[in-house]
């Protein structure tokens, strides 16, 4: 039986994890060209302590970027739980959600949500901070664009999931639980973008309609 995905949080410890042998390797690597020079002095070849310098600078920043890595999943899990909970309150009317739905070379959907009548949400939770604004259909942070087209891969996700389970339209939204929203428009190319705090309002105003 396939285990289950936990998302952010499963991400974060393998992130930690990661981080962890990086941080070994890189204390050995700068352990080794001492014990040489204590030993060997000057006959130690300064080309060989130099390869083990630059291994270990080599591997400091990869523990230091993998840790970085490590917490923005931290707060992505912390994002998906809050989000989960005002979710919750869903279930005992009718609603069903789906955490972490895997797809194919696209990553995972937060949550999948199907209301009473059968309509499907595809919702991504953003843990952002500063201001989200919007520029010729992408989003910014601090008008700059950020690493990855948000609106252009909630899209595919959601098309993706419609193709799969064959269950017509499938509305993509993307959750802000921290950013400021300074938008020119709630829905960007069929994308709802709203804060956290508003998605099961609007899930029951869409799921009216």
């Known amino acids: 039986m396939k285990r289950p995905y936990n998302g952010p949080k499963e991400l974060a410890l393998l992130r ?11 204390i050995v690597s700068i352990i080794i060209p001492a014990v040489l020079i204590l030993t060997g002095g000057t006959h130690t070849p300064f080309w060989l302590v130099c390869i083990f310098l630059a291994a270990a600078r080599f ?22 739980d809050r989000v989960g909970e005002m979710l919750s309150a869903l279930i005992g009317q ?4 789906e955490k972490n739905v895997l797809l194919p070379r696209e990553g995972d959907i937060d949550f999948l949500v199907t209301s009473p ?7 991504d939770v953003k843990s952002h901070s500063g201001v989200i604004s919007d520029r010729d ?5 601090s008008d700059k664009e950020l690493e990855r087209d948000l609106i ?16 017509g ?16 428009q709630r829905t960007i190319d069929g994308v709802h973008v709203l804060k ?14």
Not at 137 to 141: A, S
Not at 198 to 207: D, G, I, N, P
């Open 94 to 97: 009718g609603w069903s959600i």
């Open 59 to 80: 591997l400091f920043l990869e523990s230091k970027g993998a840790t970085e890595a490590a917490l923005r999943a931290e707060k992505g899990g912390e994002a998906e």
């Open 137 to 141: 259909g992408r989003l910014t942070r």
């Open 196 to 209: 956290a705090n508003r998605l099961v309002e609007t899930l029951k105003e869409l799921a009216a309609h």
């Open 16 to 26: 930690h994890r990661k981080a962890k042998l990086f941080r070994a390797a890189w």
């Open 169 to 184: 339209k499938v509305v993509p939204i993307l959750a802000f639980t921290r950013a400021r929203l300074e938008l020119s």
């Open 152 to 167: 252009a891969a909630i899209l595919r996700q959601a098309g993706i999931i419609s193709s799969q389970r064959h269950c």
């Open 117 to 123: 009548n059968q309509k499907v949400f595809a919702v």
